[in-house]
């Protein structure tokens, strides 16, 4: 209906002073499903200063209280699961059954760093004089882990809900506030979860969510002088809130040109099976998703043959049927694809599929043969179109990989051990898996992208860790 979903500020459910709105369409049926409240600057800096009060007494409640305050949410926001996923599937059209996933792994994922926070955050250090050349066993220095203040969370559209959480939770179990500016496709699903954190009876202020237009408060944001930290998952914008940011840690993931190299002595079942899931979930739609197979020329015929009988398998159609294949996020989305597929076909890339298009929706499609000079070798789909690259070396394929400007992830198939660990040192990602797809998770693993793929590092812990700082007290013995 007319309804406009509220924003969240000072514990409260408001409506924005501009009386305008955003409209989220629905990737399925492309007719506007929800709207979010415009959220003014003005706003926006009401948030960021009870933001900054709220943080002063959260510092002090003690850590097991914070953990607390996170299980319950967690538990909460498990409850829940069913209302919240229904939003992601109108939303960003994820499929039924991954969109419950996505819930259930947010809840995990914050019940788990509650526990991590106690752990990491309840031992600090002390360091004795001695032992640096000069000094007598004079001095004490007592170090531990504070926050930084006022984190801001922007997740993106494909995980609206766990790619939230895996922000707001290291923030707050730090001791942290936070202010969370959803995506656009994906804020109703956002706001819901945000609901489950009220529940859970967080002090007002503490956590804050404004939607809007990013022309209208994006920047505003990102450079506002009352943010202390930003963590940021995305695609290019990122680099621009890098250079425009403040003194400021950041944390960055921004997309990657996954590489899945294959080796002759490669178990080619694994392998396809692993290239149709890391290609093709949730469409394609993944910064983690496999976006290049680099494969030497003696299996790539076998490969090529498996991956199609196996991507015959996948359904295509609506997320509200579970379909393997679904809408991708936005029109514009849909024909950026297409560009890249058209350009292929013009160069002369081999299509093992037919191409076809309905809308947002686009059938998955491998494209074999491909060459350096397709923009398709090098640029990111995030739609379900995977290119091949027949190589006859393994240093060609390393090379490949290395010449993109992305360095997230990669992955390589091989039976032999050493071979894999020697294609992994010299792969410049962040990650590099043997013998299985890419992927961020467990979420307590470390993940993090090189060059144009991001800043730091993320994963539970490194998460907790990037949004504090160390303080030290010395004590000076007469
Ligand atoms: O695209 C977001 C990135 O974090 C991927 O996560 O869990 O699909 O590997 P995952």
């Given at each position: 209906g007319d309804q406009v979903y509220k924003y969240y500020a000072d514990g409260e459910w408001k409506k924005s002073a501009s009386g305008k709105s955003v409209s989220i369409v629905n990737p399925t049926t492309r007719k506007p499903q929800y709207k979010v409240q415009a959220c003014t600057q003005e706003e926006v800096n009401k948030v960021m200063e009870a933001a900054k009060a709220a943080q002063k007494l959260w510092a002090r409640t003690p850590l097991w209280k914070r953990a607390e305050h996170l299980h319950k949410a967690a538990?909460?926001?498990?409850?829940?699961?069913?209302?919240?996923a229904e939003c992601l599937v109108k939303e960003i059209a994820k499929p039924a059954k991954d969109a419950v996933t996505e819930v259930v792994r947010s809840g995990d994922l914050v019940s788990y760093t509650a526990e991590e926070g106690v752990r990491i955050l309840g031992e600090g250090k002390l360091l004795v004089s001695d032992s640096f050349p000069g000094n007598e066993r004079s001095k004490y220095c007592l170090s531990s882990k504070v926050p930084l203040g006022v984190v801001l969370a922007i997740p993106p559209f494909n995980y609206p809900v766990n790619l939230a959480v895996s922000k707001i939770a290291p923030a707050l179990i730090a001791g942290n506030s936070l202010v969370l500016k959803p995506p656009t496709q994906g804020a109703v699903a956002a706001l819901h979860m945000i609901q489950c954190f009220h529940l859970a009876g967080f002090p007002k202020?503490?956590?804050?969510?404004?939607?809007?237009?990013?022309?209208?408060?994006g920047d505003f944001l990102t450079m506002h002088p009352g943010v202390n930290c930003i963590s940021f998952t995305g695609g290019d914008t990122g680099i621009a809130i890098s250079k425009k940011a403040g003194m400021i840690p950041l944390q960055m993931e921004l997309g990657g040109k996954d590489a899945c190299i294959v080796l002759e002595d490669a178990d080619l079942d694994l392998v396809a099976s692993n290239i149709v899931k890391g290609g093709y979930s949730y469409s394609g739609q993944r910064c983690t998703a496999v976006k290049v197979v680099l494969v030497m020329e003696s299996v790539a015929d076998a490969i090529v043959e498996k991956v199609k009988a196996t991507m015959a398998k996948l359904s295509v159609g609506s997320p509200e049927d579970d379909c393997d294949i679904t809408p991708v996020v936005s029109e514009s989305s849909a024909n950026f694809i297409e560009g890249l597929v058209m350009d292929a076909k013009e160069k002369g890339?081999?299509?093992?599929?037919?191409?076809?298009?309905?809308?947002?929706?686009?059938w998955p499609l491998l494209l074999d043969h491909v060459r350096p000079d397709m923009r398709i070798a090098w640029e990111e789909p995030f739609g379900p179109v995977l290119p091949v690259i027949r190589i006859s070396s393994v240093e060609e394929g390393i090379h490949h990989c290395n010449a993109s400007n992305f360095g997230l992830q990669g992955c390589v198939f091989t039976r032999d051990i050493n071979k894999a660990i020697l294609i992994s040192d010299a792969m410049e990602t962040g990650t590099v898996q043997i013998n299985s797809a890419p992927a961020r998770g467990p979420d307590h693993f470390p993940f993090q992208g090189l060059k144009d793929?991001?800043?730091g590092s993320q994963g539970i812990t490194n998460s907790i860790n990037m949004m504090t700082k160390i303080k030290s007290t010395v004590i000076n013995l007469p």
């Open positions: 538990a909460i926001l498990k409850e829940h699961k069913a209302s919240i202020g503490l956590i804050s969510c404004v939607t809007g237009k990013g022309s209208e408060i890339a081999t299509f093992c599929q037919e191409y076809r298009r309905e809308g947002n929706l686009i793929s991001g800043i």
